[in-house]
């Protein structure tokens, strides 16, 4: 099945520090989809990206998809003390018989110590 | 802003025992979906839900596993005879299309079964 690896598992930053977690697909994906959950919540949608080598900004977060749709990153600037939770990509695999299942990376567990 | 609900928030059960857990998920949603995250790992697809019908599952949904929409509203994951194993989180999710059409999927903010 669909593989979707996720780095580092845990980042400890200084509040004010830069963060970036990384994923890699065995697969090209029809979109990548990031969440953020924060201790003890559900995953809350951030952002998707669709478009080879697309890259779009919320703020402080930067989202890239590369140009052979199997890799993501997300980059924090400046991290805050708001920021912390873990940080899941999401595959949709590309194919048109899929119904919409999204196959979760490990996830990137952020500290932010003030 | 709608949101996706589920109830119970917390299930204890005996082990053999059969729960199902609820869940409303966004009224003009069309697809539906079960998740499941054990305690500090990824979360993990169960089983997709179309138009009254699974449309996909993982093979971690054997037969102990069934899924009902039973009133155009709630949708429900059946677990007819619990094992230690099944203790996790259970998110419920719904979206208006599919994620390889590039739609979200809003996530309800689960159930916690604990099977003893």
């Known amino acids: 099945g669909q593989q979707v690896m996720q780095i580092p598992q845990y980042q400890h930053v200084q509040e004010g520090e830069d963060f970036t977690t990384y994923c890699n697909s065995s697969t090209t994906l029809s979109n990548i989809q990031w969440y953020k959950q924060r201790p003890g919540g559900h995953p809350v949608f951030l952002i998707q990206l669709v478009k080879s080598g697309e890259v779009k900004k919320q703020k402080r977060l930067t989202f890239q998809f590369g140009e052979a749709k199997k890799n993501s990153s997300l980059h924090i600037t400046a991290t805050q003390t708001t920021d912390v939770g873990t940080y899941f990509c999401?595959?949709?695999?590309?194919?048109?018989?899929?119904?919409?299942?999204?196959?979760f990376g490990q996830g990137t567990i952020l500290t932010v110590h003030p | 802003e709608p949101e996706v609900t589920q109830t119970p928030s917390h299930q204890v059960t005996q082990m053999g025992q059969e729960v199902i857990l609820r869940c409303v998920p966004i009224?003009?949603?069309?697809?539906f979906y079960w998740y499941r995250q054990i305690l500090g790992q990824k979360v993990e697809f169960l089983v997709s839900f179309y138009n009254n019908e699974i449309s996909e599952k993982s093979e971690i949904f054997d037969d102990q596993f069934s899924v009902e929409r039973p009133d155009g509203s709630n949708f429900t994951l059946k677990i007819r005879s619990t094992k230690l194993e099944d203790s996790a989180m259970y998110f419920c999710a719904s979206s208006p299309r599919p994620a390889n059409r590039a739609y979200e999927q809003y996530f309800g903010p689960g159930t916690r079964l604990t099977v003893t």
């Open positions: 009224s003009n949603h069309l697809y």
């Open positions: 999401a595959a949709a695999n590309a194919g048109g018989t899929s119904y919409g299942k999204l196959t």
